[in-house]
């Protein structure tokens, strides 16, 4: 389905509207049960942010409504995430919140470019192997950020995840903090287990109330979320600086195009799990941006659709956007009704839950399948799981695609085929013989095929028959002009038959083929000799 062509298309439709009132008591319940599930990572996607607890949680109460007003799935839950968090903590290092607030609301604008640009439909081009990569580089990424709060110790100093967790590993190694350390150790295994017991129970919540109780009852010291506002603060752009935005752009590139990715991938897993239903992609990408122009206003980070609490919401039954709306909405009462008892939650019961998320987030059979599948699939994978340990999400998966474009044009060349097709003798001894080409005609393969028609040797004439061609491009136009003029300039005759309407119009101009002729002169003939260049 192609993003919408004017602005009001892209405004909830009434039929949007009618569909919240089939079911509202199961998507309420639904609702409910995303909101337990979505409390313990939005406060621990907000610490890992680098802007707090309640940065994350105002981020999935505001972003979390509007994007389910607004976007292109009817189940689709969106918030905080672990990839977008991965983005943001350098941006944090060099900009500090204000320079976040900045590029989130920066992010939107772009969000809406690219909706208005119908480019929610390239989502379609992007390999699995590369999701399979960039989500099993996200998963390393989130569990290394995890561990200076698991071990409760603080924050080192440094950009790359990798460094800082060792940094922590030996500040922990120093001077050991066991409490911390059984805390998420205790939660990551709680939500595990419990996920392989019943894996519809919100575990996550479960295993964040025992550590919290735990720790208040043994009065262990270790470090908690922290005072929590009961209510949102007023919206403000008092963070704007207007001087800084030149600089900022880059980086709020690199959230907006996380921010499509993301998003796109999560409605397509929600489309894949309710098979028959398909989100718009451009509305998706509106509602998107639309949330990111709106959160920053309110303090909170750039936001996503979070596959994990997107796949609760389906798999609980949710017919409508209502279950995402009243997710966001139960999260805003929490937080208002229970802020003080959210404020005691231990920094480390966080980290514990987020290190089960990260383990759960790799689908593992799909990895090895992907592993296996061939050396060019697992080369893609591997590459872009590496580049998102050492790079950054976005330059991950651009290099996912370039290889994977790399290969696939390997694999085109590979493809093609020019066979003889017939030979016989025609009058006076004089070789005739025919080829017969077979697959696209691209640059990749031009050279290729102008190499194998050229070392034609001890005929008189050559028939070329692409009834087999696939495609064609510019530089292949040019390859088959080049070895026709040579093979004329070794007085062979050259004919060419079997050419496709699509094709003959990339090839006429470069005087490979003579103009057809217009409707009213009859018929293009189905073989021509190509003019002489």
Request: contains cysteine; positive net charge.
């Amino acid at each position: 389905m192609n993003p919408p062509r004017s602005a009001l298309s892209v405004l909830p439709s009434l039929a949007d509207l009618r569909s919240m009132t089939r079911a509202p008591r199961r998507d309420l319940l639904c609702g409910l049960t995303v909101a337990v599930v979505a409390l313990p990572l939005a406060l621990g996607f907000g610490v890992t942010s680098g802007l707090g607890a309640a940065s994350g949680l105002v981020t999935a109460i505001v972003a979390g409504s509007l994007a389910a007003l607004f976007g292109g799935s009817a189940r689709q839950v969106s918030g905080p995430t672990g990839a977008m968090t991965v983005v943001l903590v350098p941006i944090v290092h060099h900009y500090g919140a204000d320079g976040v607030l900045t590029v989130g609301l920066l992010a939107g604008l772009m969000l809406l470019g690219l909706a208005f640009a119908r480019a929610g439909s390239a989502m379609a081009y992007v390999p699995a192997p590369v999701i399979a990569g960039f989500t099993l580089g996200i998963a390393a990424v989130i569990s290394l950020q995890q561990v200076p709060n698991a071990l409760g110790v603080p924050l080192p100093h440094g950009e790359q995840v990798a460094v800082v967790a060792a940094r922590a590993a030996e500040e922990f190694g120093a001077a050991p903090h066991w409490p911390a350390l059984l805390l998420a150790l205790g939660s990551a295994a709680l939500m595990l287990a419990g996920a392989r017991w019943k894996p519809g129970v919100p575990f996550s919540l479960a295993a964040v109330a025992a550590a919290t109780v735990v720790a208040e009852a043994l009065h262990l010291h270790v470090t908690r979320i922290g005072s929590l506002p009961p209510s949102l603060p007023a919206p403000s752009l008092a963070f704007l600086d207007v001087t800084r935005i030149p600089s900022l752009i880059a980086p709020a590139a690199a959230v907006a195009a996380l921010a499509a990715l993301e998003s796109l991938l999560s409605a397509s897993v929600a489309d894949g799990m309710r098979p028959g239903e398909r989100h718009n992609p451009g509305k998706e990408l509106f509602g998107q941006g639309i949330a990111n122009l709106a959160a920053p206003l309110f303090g909170g980070v750039p936001a996503t659709g979070a596959i994990a609490r997107t796949a609760v919401n389906v798999r609980t039954g949710a017919t409508s956007r209502l279950a995402a709306l009243a997710h966001a909405v139960i999260l805003a009462g929490i937080v208002a009704v229970a802020a003080p008892l959210v404020g005691r939650i231990p920094l480390a019961a966080l980290a514990g839950v987020l290190l089960a998320t990260a383990v759960r987030m790799v689908e593992t059979e799909a990895v090895r399948a992907m592993a296996r599948a061939t050396h060019g699939d697992a080369l893609v994978l591997v590459l872009t799981a590496a580049s998102t340990l050492a790079l950054d999400l976005v330059r991950a998966v651009l290099i996912g695609l370039g290889v994977s474009v790399l290969l696939a044009l390997r694999a085109a060349v590979r493809g093609t085929r020019l066979t003889p097709a017939a030979a016989d003798e025609v009058p006076g001894g004089a070789g005739r013989v025919t080829y017969r080409f077979d697959g696209p005609l691209l640059f990749a393969a031009a050279q290729r095929f102008r190499r194998s028609l050229a070392d034609v040797q001890g005929v008189a004439a050559v028939d070329l028959r692409l009834s087999g061609l696939t495609a064609v491009d510019a530089t292949g136009a040019m390859a088959l002009k080049d070895v026709v003029g040579e093979l004329r300039g070794r007085g062979i005759e050259v004919s060419i038959s079997g050419v496709g309407q699509d094709h003959r119009r990339v090839l006429e101009p470069f005087g490979v083929l003579p103009v057809s002729p217009s409707p009213d002169r009859g018929a293009i003939p189905s073989a021509v000799s190509a003019p002489a260049p």
